[in-house]
């Protein structure tokens, strides 16, 4: 019996609010909610003695009151702005609820897209095969959290051997209200054997108001399957987003993931994948771009769990004013995992006197028979190629602009979807300019810095 004591009274309150909201959930996931309830309660939220938040202080999110959000009022054109139009496979969200009206959900035979509600109601029993058995609730609060206010979210299965030619967009859309709100997305990728499909997760809001976004994403990718997953952050200047994937690869399985964060007050990224079948291949790229007094945690957790599985990550961050990143990458190579080959990379540009980045590469290696990198650099904008293309006649503000983008493009080159890179790139590109502003005291000139090597 959990009682007040136990945890924060409004969240017991919320709790039974959201019980009422899903009372014709299937047995097994009300049972499955009510265990990651307890093990939120039991935990509490992590403070900056815990090793995994050492860098990022979450009070600001577990000590104010969040409302659970309701559905809201949004029209098509006010998705305009958004600039997603382009594809033709959309399912929207408003406050992590699915809106059908807004959706342009895309007829692929055997493909199954649509929201998790939804194929909750119609089919729990193909749900319950994978929902909630890879996320690790005991380890992450914010996971347990999640898991706990189970509602809504995407719901994707690719049948065995089929290749899913455009890209599936899923834009999830915070809509703040007078008071304080939160919303909690879960969703639910399974690519079957020799499967291919790419998905993206934008993160966005709309108005003013503080909110709270709590999303996880489970993705399996059965033998020799083919995923690509996209996750865009772009929400508002008040808005927390928090969000973990964890990835479970089959056979010879090929994983790519691609993190893209560009607006919110305080975002943490986690990105867990587990190399469980042999062969597999996962790539980890991100760029993250914080101004002002954003704080972006990227928080990576790669686990090697079976022989001859490769992993890469590449991470570059771009930082302005007094905002602040953290970069905790950790790579577990497990005892029967032999042959693992394991690299991890990041990059980051210090705008700013006052920006500061965190950076942790970690290796943690169990097997004899492994071949494992990792490092970290930390520099601002290089003088002398400044200077150069300066002499060819471009101004400052262009020259800045087109370094960082140079920049950028270090990890936009890696994204395999010409549609999917040339959206996120725009979205880059109308960024830099607010990213080339230097800010404070002392920032009229660059200091010239040598590239300093961690690890």
Known sequence: MITATQVPEKYLETFDQSNGRTASQPRWLRSLRQEAFTKFSESGF???????????????????????????????????QFCTAGFACQLVFV?????????????????????????????PATVEQHLGRYLNTERDTFAALNSAFIEDGIYIEVPKGVTVETPIYALFITVPGATPTM?????????????????????????????????ATELVAGANANVSHYMVVREGESTYNFSTLRIQQGRSANVATHSLLLGGALIRNNVHPVLAGEGSECLING????????????????EHASPHCNSRQFYNGILNGQARGVFHGRIIVHKDAQKTD????????????????????QLEIYADDVKCTHGATIGQVDENALFYLRSRGLDEVSARDLLLLAFANECLDRM???????????????RLPESAQFSGEGSAQVVERNWEEVG
């Open 95 to 123: 406050n992590g609820l699915f809106s059908k009206e807004l959706s342009t959900p895309p007829s692929i035979t055997g493909v199954k897209i649509s929201s998790l509600a939804a194929q909750l109601a119609q089919d």
């Open 416 to 430: 395999n979807s010409p549609q999917v890179r040339e959206h996120l790139e725009r979205l880059v590109v109308a």
């Open 46 to 80: 992590p403070t900056t003695h815990d090793e995994d938040w050492r860098f990022t202080n979450v009070s600001a999110v577990s000590g104010a009151q969040f409302e659970l959000a309701e559905t809201a009022n949004v029209a098509k054109n006010d998705l305009e």
């Open 342 to 361: 394991a690299k991890q990379t990041n990059r980051n540009l210090l705008l700013s006197d006052d920006a500061q980045i965190d950076t942790k590469p």
């Open 183 to 215: 919303n909690h997305p879960r969703n639910l990728i399974v690519a079957g054997e020799s499967s291919q499909v790419t998905i993206v997760e934008d993160y966005a809001s709309l108005g003013e108001g503080t909110s709270f976004s709590n999303t």
């Open 287 to 302: 760029l993250f771009m914080a101004n002002g007094r954003q704080h972006m945690d990227n928080y990576m957790l790669v």
